[in-house]
Antibody, heavy 125, light 107 residues
Framework: QVQLEQSGAEVQKPRASVKVSCKAS????????MHWVRQVPGQGLEWMGW????????NYAQKFQSRVTLTRDTSINTVYMELRRLKYDDTAIYYC??????????????????WGRGTLVTVSS | DIQMTQSPSSLSASVGDRITITCRAS??????LNWYRQRPGKAPEVLIY???SLEGGVPSRFSGSGSGTDFTLTISSLQAEDFATYFC?????????FGQGTKLQIK
């Protein structure tokens, strides 16, 4: 069964960092780009970036460029999202999601077909 | 950044109704447009990709159309599980922005 299991909820103080994990099962991470999207509860979706788990290449939204790092550990089929210098308005649900088609498939159209359940990160003093 | 604007922001309808949601891009995105449904407390799930292609397993009551800057999502006969929030997303250029969402509520 194809699924993404994310780490549990976090509470962090302003200016601290948080690292969220996303473990894949039922498929090999190295075959798919993985994206991260966040959502302030009750609000819209915000794309943060992607990682190519095969070679570690990343692409970040400019808004997060200086504070976010996406990494992977293919030996345990897991990707990570680290967000530094947390602010109160970083309080949100953070999702990882798999991009289709796979890396091996040429073509321009893509979408996010499998999502994790989300990790709530609360920034509070 | 490409801005995606959905209308309406909210919509009330009944089971069996036909509804249409519109998504407009601030610049042309060809047909690099995806639609997602998000049920309360759940992650989004893809319905339509490349503006009009139905994702496998998604019921045929969902359809998408459009190209360039204007797109629509139509649900031909609403079912109970369709009362949720819908988002469009452009997959044309980074950052891959989403619309603000359309909340579909039971009348």
């Amino acid at each position: 069964q194809v699924q993404l299991e994310q780490s549990g909820a976090e509470v962090q103080k302003p200016r601290a960092s948080v690292k969220v994990s996303c473990k894949a099962s039922g498929f090999m991470l190295k075959d798919y780009f993985m994206h991260w999207v966040r959502q302030v509860p009750g609000q819209g979706l915000e794309w943060m970036g992607w990682i190519n788990p095969k070679n570690g290449d990343t692409n970040y939204a400019q808004k997060f460029q200086s504070r976010v790092t996406l990494t992977r550990d293919t030996s345990i089929n897991t990707v990570y999202m680290e967000l530094r210098r947390l602010k109160y308005d970083d309080t949100a649900i953070y999702y990882c999601a798999r991009r289709l088609p796979s890396i091996a498939v040429a073509g321009a159209y893509w979408y996010l077909d499998v999502w994790g359940r989300g990790t709530l990160v609360t920034v509070s003093s | 950044d490409i801005q995606m604007t959905q209308s309406p922001s909210s919509l009330s309808a009944s089971v069996g109704d036909r509804i249409t949601i519109t998504c407009r891009a601030s610049q042309t995105i060809s047909n690099y447009l995806n639609w997602y449904r998000q049920r309360p407390g759940k992650a989004p799930e893809v319905l339509i990709y490349a503006a009009s292609s139905l994702e496998g397993g998604v019921p045929s009551r969902f359809s998408g159309s459009g190209s360039g800057t204007d797109f629509t999502l139509t649900i031909s006969s609403l079912q109970a599980e369709d009362f949720a929030t819908y988002f469009c997303q452009q997959s044309y250029s980074t950052p891959y922005t989403f619309g603000q969402g359309t909340k579909l509520q039971i009348k």
